[in-house]
């Protein structure tokens, strides 16, 4: 079991409540970008580098996944494909994407898609605030409490 980060657009605050998680929990993480990232030394912490190009980085984590694992990803098509994998999959802001949520938000996807593509200003996420902090830490320190072994 591993925590697997689409590292590309993860706010760096969520990257480091994960390096602190892994070293106390000594639970693997490993983050996917088409940039080079900075990690701390650590034997639990991993950067993979892949090509740049649309969704590669998601593409090798749903490569990867595995029943259990946990995926950091604000992206609803490699959430929904963690999730059919049998792997969980959580928001930097501290939301589970769940079976029955993650059609609902599929579906909300393609709609502003199509909306946005007609013309239609739909403007962007809020900004990423201390509330989805404490939200996304809270969430992890659960999840980590129930499936990983001190």
Not at 91 to 107: C, M, V
Not at 130 to 143: I, P, S, T
Request: proline fraction near 5%.
């Amino acid at each position: 079991m591993q925590i697997w980060v689409d590292a590309d657009a993860c706010p760096a605050v969520i990257k480091e409540i994960l390096f602190r998680a892994a070293e106390r929990r000594q639970i693997f993480v490993t983050l996917v970008a088409n940039k080079l990232l900075r990690t701390p030394p650590s034997r639990f912490i991993r950067a993979i580098q892949v090509p740049a190009g649309f969704d590669v980085a998601d593409d090798r984590i749903a490569q990867q996944v595995e029943s259990g694992d946990l995926v950091i990803t604000a992206d609803i098509p490699l959430a929904a494909q963690v999730i059919e994998r049998g792997g969980h999959a959580l928001n930097p802001r501290g939301e589970f994407y769940t079976p029955d949520t993650i059609r609902e938000r599929l579906n909300m996807r393609d709609f502003m898609d199509t909306l946005r593509s007609s013309g239609v200003e739909t403007g962007g996420p809020s900004a990423f605030s201390q509330g989805d902090r404490k939200a996304f830490a809270g969430q992890l320190d659960r999840w980590l409490a129930k499936n990983v072994k001190a």
